[in-house]
């Protein structure tokens, strides 16, 4: 009986791990696939085509910024806040630099050292602005999780996009500072919020406790989630739906 029951608990585990390796040579499929429509969708965009992009590992995916380009491009939104600065804050200032104007583009980053650094190799459009905000660690439902120190007397405004990439992710409630901004958020504003690593566990409970804030106040929004090597998940004000589609 013993030996039956170690079979059988041998045999759910491998069947656990054969689930989890197809489950991530699917994903691999998935963001193949962006990367194609990625390559075909920037055509014709000089600027972006000749701007270098480390894409994937730390940075966003191809699910990543094809799904910001589209919001680039279509929406043009003109007050954006990042957290995270990275390879999408190159994407994003350089549309602002040769596409779109009189914006304001926040970026908010912990670690001054690699603002020194990365400004070596970029040049950064002059509406785009590093804010400084050192890590720090916050309780969030009994969770310990990664935060900016005092973000939210830092940031008070509204945005009309929201794109999160940082701080570095938790466990639990990862990423969580965006619910507090978001709840500068009226009825009738016009919104788009991105948030990155939707695949993992901590980021699964900050959307749902964003589309909860959303509903409590009585702020009507739809949800989309791209799928790729990491998923990424869109959370936008009713009218503009069409970027959970894309």
């Not at 916050?138 to 701080?167: A, R």
Request: glycine letters at 6%; aromatic letters at 12%.
């Amino acid at each position: 009986m013993k030996n039956i029951f170690s079979y059988a608990t041998n045999l759910t585990l491998r069947i656990k791990d054969i689930q989890r390796h197809q489950k991530k040579i699917m994903d691999l499929q998935y963001e193949t696939i962006w990367a194609n429509i990625y390559h075909d969708c920037i055509k014709g965009n000089r600027e972006i085509e000749s701007l270098p992009l480390n894409i994937g590992r730390f940075a966003g995916n191809y699910t990543f910024f094809y799904v910001l380009f589209r919001i680039m491009t279509d929406k043009k939104p003109k007050r954006i806040i990042e957290f995270g600065l990275g390879e999408s804050s190159k994407f994003i200032s350089t549309f602002i630099k040769n596409d779109i104007h009189e914006n304001v583009h926040t970026i908010v980053e912990h670690d001054e050292n690699w603002q020194k650094n990365f400004e070596k190799s970029f040049s950064f459009s002059a509406e785009s602005q590093i804010v400084i905000c050192p890590l720090i660690t916050k309780n969030v439902k009994g969770f310990n999780v990664n935060s900016y120190q005092n973000i939210e007397n830092t940031i008070t405004e509204k945005y009309d996009l929201y794109v999160v990439d940082g701080p570095f992710g938790s466990e639990r409630y990862s990423r969580y500072d965006i619910v507090g901004l978001l709840t500068h958020l009226e009825k009738g504003d016009d919104f788009i919020v991105i948030l990155d690593d939707y695949h993992r566990s901590g980021e699964k409970d900050t959307l749902a406790d964003i589309e909860n804030l959303l509903k409590e106040k009585g702020i009507a929004s739809e949800t989309g989630i791209y799928r790729g090597e990491k998923s990424v998940a869109v959370v936008v004000s009713e009218h503009n739906k069409y970027f959970t589609t894309l």
